[in-house]
């Protein structure tokens, strides 16, 4: 906790493992008997959030109840929106290089597909109950829908409208709600055109 909040407050570059060593109150050598280098505390908090969010889908994938595609849309929703309110409008975070720095998102990789095939296991739910045309592959849909909505999770390295430098005009709470409406209505798109008539 200590490293990720002088990670956040000083920048990932700017912060030493003399610093974290300081801040916590034990010495340089014994921050180094747990991790090799800087960049392993780095991992270390990238991963035990990712893998916090990746238990939170877990645990709503076993207790859905149909229809499992709203309940699908309602936890992307969520997740989009919970994001954004841990990024803020700064983004000086290191969660923030998960969705943002190439390195970053390969060396995570594995947990990625383990979100992924959590998606599908809902998809393949949703197929079972009825809810999505017999004749979709969901495997290509999960692909398909990681693709289009990770745009949602800010920030976005190539354009996004859901920050103050390009909606300058706006206050937080009304980028917020912007993107609420938008992931809303995205996935509302999606959704409806897996269901069965």
Request: aromatic residues 14%; contains cysteine; proline residues 3%.
């Amino acid at each position: 906790l200590t490293a990720q909040k002088l990670f956040r407050e000083n920048s990932y570059e700017k912060t030493t493992v003399d610093d974290i060593a300081n801040h916590t109150g034990i010495s340089k050598g014994s921050v180094y008997l747990e991790f090799k280098t800087k960049e392993d505390i780095f991992y270390c908090i990238l991963e035990s959030y990712f893998k916090s969010q990746i238990e939170k889908f877990a645990q709503v994938v076993e207790q859905a109840k149909p229809p499992y595609l709203n309940v699908l849309k309602d936890f992307l929703i969520n997740d989009v929106m919970n994001t954004f309110d841990l990024m803020g409008d700064i983004y000086q975070n290191c969660e923030a290089l998960i969705y943002t720095n190439e390195k970053v998102k390969n060396k995570l990789m594995p947990l990625f597909n383990a979100w992924s095939d959590l998606c599908f296991c809902f998809l393949e739910k949703a197929k079972s109950n009825g809810e999505i045309d017999p004749n979709i592959d969901c495997k290509q849909l999960t692909r398909a829908m990681d693709i289009a909505s990770i745009g949602f999770y800010t920030p976005n390295n190539y354009y996004s409208y859901y920050t103050s430098e390009t909606s300058s005009s706006q206050k937080l709470c009304e980028i917020r709600n912007t993107l609420k409406k938008d992931v809303s209505f995205y996935l509302g798109i999606i959704i409806s055109g897996l269901k069965v008539n």
